[in-house]
T-cell receptor, first 109, second 116 residues
Framework: KNEVEQSPQNLTAQEGEFITINCSYS?????LHWLQQHPGGGIVSLFM???GKKKHGRLIATINIQEKHSSLHITASHPRDSAVYIC???????????FGAGTRLTVKP | EPEVTQTPSHQVTQMGQEVILRCVPI?????FYWYRQILGQKVEFLVS????????KSEIFDDQFSVERPDGSNFTLKIRSTKLEDSAMYFC??????????????FGDGTRLSIL
């Protein structure tokens, strides 16, 4: 079983829709990361969370430590949000990261 | 804005040859990382590096891999005797503090390694 699971694998939305991507993890973590991978392959770090909620522009990330679950929300989605969104966990007893398989988001105009 | 730079963007190498992938982290960053992504698969952690030594490595990072910070600016990943299955995109990243902190990592654009 993968230590970090994401859903859905693929997501298609219309411009303006509210988007939610989910991440569940089975390991003890010290931090949870949300990353964005552009069609060209480049990776950008969006959020690092160890508790609660963070917001940056139209993006919101939440984490529930007890349930081992995190969500990434995009409000008022736009075609330029089209990318692969990756959840990754820094394991508590190690200083490495475990990655989810990514969610491919396509936002249509 | 400062960025992590990786060279080359694409490296083609014959199986069995040694390859060195190069990265220039952001200048005030202290923690450095290598990741790989085989085509169509998820990103995998290879190694983290701090204070001139490896701080963590994954089960993938076996004896054929090594990392080095040969001078004050470069951070390199060497693969000693490449195999076909080493073909992947390799990403370098750096951060001011370690993975457990709230400081984000900054990623390079990656080097696509093709083993023939």
């Amino acid at each position: 079983k993968n230590e970090v699971e994401q859903s859905p694998q693929n997501l298609t939305a219309q411009e303006g829709e509210f988007i939610t991507i989910n991440c569940s993890y089975s390991v003890g973590i010290s931090a949870l990361h949300w990353l964005q991978q552009h069609p060209g392959g480049g990776i950008v770090s969006l959020f690092m969370l160890s508790s609660g909620k963070k917001k940056h522009g139209r993006l919101i990330a939440t984490i529930n430590i007890q349930e081992k679950h995190s969500s990434l929300h995009i409000t008022a989605s736009h075609p330029r949000d089209s990318a692969v969104y990756i959840c990754a966990a820094t394991r508590r007893n190690n200083n490495d990261m475990r990655f989810g398989a990514g969610t491919r988001l396509t936002v249509k105009p | 804005e400062p960025e992590v730079t990786q060279t080359p963007s694409h490296q083609v190498t014959q199986m069995g040859q040694e390859v060195i992938l190069r990265c220039v982290p952001i200048s005030n960053h202290l923690y450095f990382y290598w990741y790989r992504q085989i085509l169509g698969q998820k990103v995998e952690f290879l190694v983290s590096f701090y204070n001139n030594e490896i701080s963590e490595k994954s089960e993938i990072f076996d004896d054929q891999f090594s990392v080095e910070r040969p001078d004050g600016s470069n951070f390199t990943l060497k693969i000693r005797s490449t195999k076909l299955e080493d073909s992947a995109m390799y990403f370098c990243a750096s951060s001011e503090q370690g993975l457990r902190s709230n400081q984000p990592q900054h990623f390079g654009d990656g080097t696509r390694l093709s083993i023939l």
